[in-house]
C-alpha cells in the first residue's frame, strides 16, 4: 500500500513569493493534516482537513491556507513569504481521530 | 496549555547497552500518546499508539508504556540502526485531533 506522498520534495522561493505544496494522502484517508518543522523547532500543527473543508488551524498567519479535494489530496499555500517560513513542511494522513502517517517533507528554502 | 516534555535531548548508548526515553505531558484530557521515529530530513514514522494509564506495546526492540503523567520508550539492546530522533507527541480530547509534539530525543548507538 502506498505511503503519504508530497511533492515537490524541495521547494527554493524569494521573500515575498507565493509557494504551494502538494499532498497525497494514504489511500481510504479522508483527513489531511499540514505541520511545519523549523529548524531547531519541533512539529507545530498548521492546518486540519477532513472530507473537503478545513476542520482547524494552528496559531498561524492567514497567508498559511490551503484546500482539500474530492480525492482527498491537499495543497498547502504560502503568501507572501518570509525568511522564517523556511522550514520542512509535513502532511500526514489518517482516517480521523486515529493515528496519524506522515510523508517525506517539502523543505521550503526561503531566501 | 497543553505541553510535551522529552528528555533526554540527546542520548549515546553503546550498541547493546539498554535505556529509556521520557516523555512527560500536560493535557486537559488525553485521548492518545503517540510514539514517532524521524531520521534526519525524513518524515517521522509512526511507532506507537498509547490510549491509557497502564498499557504497554511492544515491536522489535521497543517497549512503550503509559502513566498518568508521562510515557515511556524503553529500548533493549539497541542496534546503531536504531539511531533516530524518536518524537512523543499527545491528542487532547476535542482538540480536533491536532498532535502537540516535545521537542525530542535524539539517540546515537554506537557499534
Known amino acids: 500500500e502506498a505511503g503519504v506522498t508530497q511533492s515537490p520534495t524541495h521547494l527554493i522561493k524569494t521573500r515575498g513569493q507565493q509557494a504551494t505544496l502538494r499532498c497525497s494522502p494514504i489511500?481510504?484517508?479522508?483527513?489531511v493534516y499540514w505541520y511545519q518543522q523549523a529548524l531547531g523547532l519541533g512539529l507545530q500543527f498548521l492546518l486540519w482537513?477532513?472530507?473537503?473543508?478545513?476542520?482547524n488551524r494552528g496559531n498561524f498567519p492567514p497567508r498559511f491556507s490551503g484546500r482539500q479535494f474530492p480525492n482527498y489530496s491537499s495543497e498547502l499555500n504560502v503568501n507572501a513569504l518570509e525568511l522564517e517560513d523556511s522550514a520542512l513542511y509535513l502532511c500526514?494522513?489518517?482516517?480521523?481521530?486515529?493515528?496519524?502517517?506522515f510523508g517525506p517533507g517539502t523543505r521550503l528554502t526561503v531566501t | 496549555e497543553d505541553q510535551v516534555t522529552q528528555s533526554p535531548e540527546a542520548l549515546r548508548l553503546q550498541e547493546g547497552e539498554s535505556s529509556s526515553l521520557n516523555c512527560s505531558y500536560t493535557?486537559?484530557?488525553?485521548?492518545?500518546l503517540f510514539w514517532y521515529r524521524q531520521d534526519p530530513g525524513k518524515g517521522p514514522e509512526f511507532l506507537f499508539t498509547?490510549?491509557?494509564a497502564g498499557e504497554e506495546k511492544e515491536k522489535e526492540r521497543l517497549k512503550a508504556t503509559l502513566t498518568k503523567k508521562e510515557s515511556f520508550l524503553h529500548i533493549t539492546a539497541p542496534k546503531p540502526e536504531d539511531s533516530a530522533t524518536y518524537l512523543c507527541?499527545?491528542?487532547?480530547?476535542?482538540?480536533?485531533?491536532?498532535?502537540?509534539f516535545g521537542s525530542g530525543t535524539r539517540l546515537l548507538v554506537r557499534p
Open positions: 500526514a494522513s489518517s482516517l480521523a481521530g486515529y493515528e496519524q502517517y
Open positions: 489511500s481510504g484517508h479522508t483527513s
Open positions: 482537513y477532513d472530507e473537503g473543508e478545513e476542520r
Open positions: 493535557v486537559s484530557g488525553l485521548r492518545g
Open positions: 498509547l490510549y491509557s
Open positions: 507527541a499527545v491528542q487532547a480530547v476535542g482538540s480536533s485531533y491536532k498532535l502537540i
